[in-house]
């Protein structure tokens, strides 16, 4: 670690750059032709979020349906069942493959990744680039699919069904190809700038734990999309040519289409939340004011989970037709993936523990974390559990436990991200007071609408129905009512966002007082990030008073 | 530069590790269906022009061969020897289209086809219980179609970039200081070439 | 396992020897290989195949893609990509190999119902 002391100035003395990214250059083109990492970042996060409201729409509209065992809402048919099944799997698929993969890691990490570790920008910078038009390209046909015909198969495109169904499962199931390679080449482009583009003096356990976790996950995206990208293929040969490898009547497999999606489906769910647990790992530190609880153990679980998540996919195949043996070393081997997590989740306790906290925005989101994704990921366990999961499987329960994992875990540490870097990335600090209350709605609105959802599953509710019995009716009713309240909460926040991009550019270059390197540069930051290239000094996280005289 | 280079070449690597996997997909496939079928796989590989096969292998090995001299050749600044070399990988190439383009030729005549265009064969023995001919030939040959063809798509992308740094080569653009490009299609080449490799003996040769 | 030992590290003309005799045991192999499946060795076969098809694949990774002599991370990412792509390929068999085709013990089995009559034409209802 270098001890020169870096030609930056102190915190809050620089004079505000009148020329920063953002207006750097003006005009479409120059947006559309970028290869600015925080650009491409800003374009992702507007393009992500914008994904997350049309899947949240549909969201909203399952549970409209499922409001009532008469699926009425003022006296007409909501939907018939055929609408339905269009209707969730169009949710899951947009929620999964438009918004939640790229999420973290395009949005954020693209703007965070180069600015953490001291750099000018991405190893590739022109793949950054092509990877967004390659979001683009599979966001346009996964909407044209929607609006041709729709896909009613669920977003986990089973066989033999998906292969013999009508709708535009192949326009569909070319969008996610797509989709694939344009995570695939973020995943190249993130691996390469960690190895090779860190600051002088920061070595592997000096970048902050933020950039371990997208670097798993960036391990993850290139190893197991590529499985997903020939699964697809596959299908879509089955599904005109009928090759025969998926489909029982003509000498296929349905039971290996599962094998092959969930090769890549499982570590994908690792790529949806070790970046939220990036971000986690950034947000208690700062806002406990305090270091790591266990740095090297955190750095060390994230590459673990990454690795450990490669073999256990048959859990989400346990009652598929898999044979007894594969089965119960599957359900061993889920058991041992949660150890990294529980590893995480001490550290961050620890972290908190005798540290001075704040309770800002993002530090209540990072809270909410930590009780949702600890329910999520216990209940994960449950269903682990082989002899538990014969019970549970395909009810609400999986529902509720994937949604805390996804949604209590990885949207609700997105959000904290958003909010925490949000100075950064507009020069503006959103309104603190409707913070506060939006993020207490999306807590209390989430709880209602699927912890109701665990007690339905574990009484027996299906997932993916249309119609229920009316013993049902009354959990149905407060989780939609729920979804309301969640809704709500996530309407304030946007508009509040939103409303703060009217104000002057007046933030602080640190107002969270931060120690990871993104902060010593202005908010927002100069086109080339850094005036001078930054020298590492301190470790992340290091919250010691600097030493008299050091200047 | 030199990191510059490093970069470049940690991302192809990625990339072709990313190949690996994709590739490697259809092996898995390959092989359970072999596993699940193998009378019918051993009957139907009979089909296969073993020399065709070999001459395919060797007609690669000897594009490898000439793909790694042009790298050299091009870190030389050796602009004759570098445009040679890269002719020759893409006249390999060409010809193991052709080659191949025999193959597919022969398959189409004997009905030797994917799915169910399938025709079935004097020499298929095997049965399903309702009497009816087993799936497993038509599974063979269409794993057979999928990785041949995607095999030659890769082929064909090949040459194309090949095409194109011979053009650059020819410009006189490379040497000790900047090969980069010719390093990198080096690699992808190679691993068509070592995809190749594992696809001949699963299919032409294994009983 | 005969790995050639020509991991020279090379300048000039011997670069050039080392990538020409990597290519003719490379060619020597593929003989060795298609030879081998002329001959029964049953089982074996496939073992062999393979086998050599690994060595000629290692010798193209290490010579003609230069991994001998390159930083070992470019190594670690070619061995990660056939790592995961094994232990997909062994996860499957475990569940293929092991499957057992049998009726579940405690369902009982599907009587055809006897074949009934014409039934009687059905009494009026009103």
Redesign the interface.
């Known amino acids: 670690m270098a001890n020169t002391i870096a030609s930056h100035s102190h915190i809050g003395d620089r004079p505000r750059p009148a020329v920063n990214y953002l207006n750097a250059q003006k005009g479409l083109w120059s947006w559309m032709t970028t290869v600015d990492h925080k650009r491409i970042g800003v374009m992702y996060l507007v393009g992500v979020l914008s994904a997350f409201f049309i899947g949240g729409m549909f969201a909203l509209m399952v549970r409209l349906s499922l409001l009532t065992p008469s699926h009425m809402l003022f006296g007409r048919v909501l939907m018939t069942a055929e609408t339905y099944n269009r209707v969730f799997t169009l949710h899951g698929a947009i929620m999964v493959f438009l918004f939640i993969i790229p999420s973290v890691p395009a949005a954020l990490g693209n703007f965070v990744l180069p600015l953490m570790l001291g750099a000018k920008d991405v ?2 910078p022109r ?1 950054n680039l092509a990877s967004f038009y390659l979001w683009c390209t599979g966001a346009a046909m996964a909407i044209a699919s929607m609006i041709i015909g729709a896909v009613d198969t669920g977003w986990t495109f089973y066989t033999p069904y998906s292969t013999t169904t009508q709708g535009t499962v192949g326009l569909m199931v070319m969008a996610v190809f797509i989709l694939g390679f344009s995570s ?1 080449f973020t ?3 993130f ?2 700038t960690v ?3 860190r600051a002088p003096g920061m070595g592997w356990f000096d970048m902050p734990l933020f950039v371990w976790g997208i670097y798993s996950t960036a391990i993850i995206q ?6 997903l ?3 697809l293929v ?1 299908l879509l ?1 089955e599904r005109v ?5 998926f489909d029982p009547k ?4 349905p039971v ?1 289409f599962q094998h ?1 999606f969930w090769f890549y489906s499982h570590p994908a769910v690792y790529i949806m939340i070790l970046p939220g647990m990036a971000i986690i790992s950034e947000l208690i530190p700062t806002f406990s004011r305090k270091t790591m609880f266990g740095y090297r153990a955190v750095a060390y679980s994230s590459v673990s989970l990454a690795l450990v998540s490669f073999i256990v996919w048959g859990h989400h195949m346990f009652v598929a037709g898999q044979s007894q043996l594969a089965t119960v070393i599957f359900s061993a081997l889920t058991f041992l993936v949660a150890i990294p997590s529980g590893v995480k989740m001490f550290n961050w306790l620890g972290t908190m523990y005798k540290g001075n906290i704040s309770l800002e925005t993002p530090m209540l989101y990072a809270i909410s974390f930590l009780l949702l994704f600890a329910i999520g990921g216990l209940t994960g366990i449950f269903l682990g559990t082989l002899s538990v999961d014969v019970h549970l499987t395909d009810t609400y329960f999986v529902v509720a436990h994937f949604h805390y994992v996804m949604m209590g875990g990885t949207v609700i540490a997105f959000v904290g991200g958003i909010h925490y870097w949000w100075p950064k990335m507009t020069g503006r600090m959103y309104n603190e007071f409707w913070g506060r209350i939006a993020c207490v709605l999306v807590f209390i609105g989430f709880n209602v609408t699927f912890f109701t959802q665990f007690i339905m599953g574990s009484l027996g509710m299906p997932r993916r129905y249309y119609n229920y019995l009316p013993q049902y009716a009354p959990y149905h009713m407060v989780s939609t009512i729920g979804s309301w309240i969640l809704a709500t909460g996530f309407f304030i926040t946007a508009a509040y966002l939103l409303a703060s991009l009217r104000k002057p550019m007046d933030a602080p270059d640190n107002p969270w007082g931060g120690t990871t390197l993104e902060w010593q540069t202005s908010s927002p930051p100069i086109e080339h990030n850094f005036e001078d290239q930054p020298v590492l000094q301190r470790a992340p996280y290091d919250y010691r008073p600097e030493p008299v005289g050091h200047k | 530069m030199e ?1 510059q280079a ?6 192809m ?17 390959f ?3 072999q ?3 193998p009378q019918e796989f051993i009957e139907a590989h009979e089909h296969l022009q ?1 020399p065709l096969g ?1 001459l395919n ?2 007609v690669l ?2 594009s ?2 000439t ?3 042009a790298v ?1 050749s091009s870190k030389r600044a050796d602009r004759k020897k570098t445009v040679m070399f890269l002719l020759l990988t893409i006249l390999c190439a060409c010809i193991f289209l052709g080659v191949k383009y025999f193959e597919y030729s022969h398959k189409f005549e004997e009905g030797l086809l ?3 265009w399938y025709k079935a064969q004097v020499t298929d023995t095997v049965h399903t219980a309702a009497g009816t001919l ?3 030939y ?2 063979f040959f ?2 057979y179609f ?1 990785m041949t063809g995607l095999h030659g798509i890769h082929i064909l992308v090949g040459i194309i970039l090949l095409a194109w740094i011979t053009v650059r080569a020819n410009r006189g653009e490379f040497s000790s200081a900047y090969f980069t490009p010719v390093d990198l299609i ?2 992808y080449w ?1 691993l068509v ?2 995809i190749w ?2 696809l ?3 299919y ?4 | 396992m005969t790995t050639h030992t020509e991991n020279t590290h090379a300048h000039g003309g011997s ?2 020897r080392t ?2 005799v ?2 003719v045991a ?2 020597i192999l ?1 003989i060795i ?2 030879a ?2 002329y001959v ?1 060795f049953g089982a074996g ?2 073992v062999i ?2 086998f ?2 690994t060595v ?2 290692s010798l ?2 290490l ?3 230069h991994l001998n002599h ?2 070992p ?2 190594a670690v ?2 061995v ?3 790592l ?2 094994g232990i ?2 062994m996860f ?2 475990i569940d ?2 092991s499957r057992v085709n049998f009726q579940p013990v405690n369902v009982k089995p599907v009587v055809q119902a006897p074949a009934t009559p014409a039934p009687a034409a059905a009494p009026e209802k009103k």
Not at chain 2, 15 to 29: D, H, S
Not at chain 2, 204 to 207: N, Q, R, V
């Open positions: 190893a590739f793949l695939i995943g190249i482009n691996v390469a190895h090779k583009l290139v190893l197991a999309t590529p499985v990208g020939i699964t596959l040969l040519f009928n090759i025969g490898i003509i000498g296929g497999d290996l092959f | 990191q490093d970069t470049t070449k940690i991302g690597w990625l990339f072709l590790a990313t190949e690996v996997l994709l590739f490697g997909g259809l092996f898995v496939g092989g359970l269906m596993s699940r079928y073993r070999a292998t060797i090995l000897i490898s061969w793909m790694v001299m050299l994917p799915g169910h087993s799936h497993g038509a599974t269409s794993f999928m080096g690699l190679h070439d070592m490799i594992y001949f003996p699963l032409y040769l294994i009983k | 670069e050039s990538y020409f990597t290519l490379l060619l593929t290989t298609v081998a499946s029964d076969n496939i195949a393979l050599i098809a000629k694949a193209v990774a010579i003609f893609m390159e930083k991370i470019n990412i070619a990660a990509g056939f995961f792509l997909f390929l499957c068999f293929f190999d």
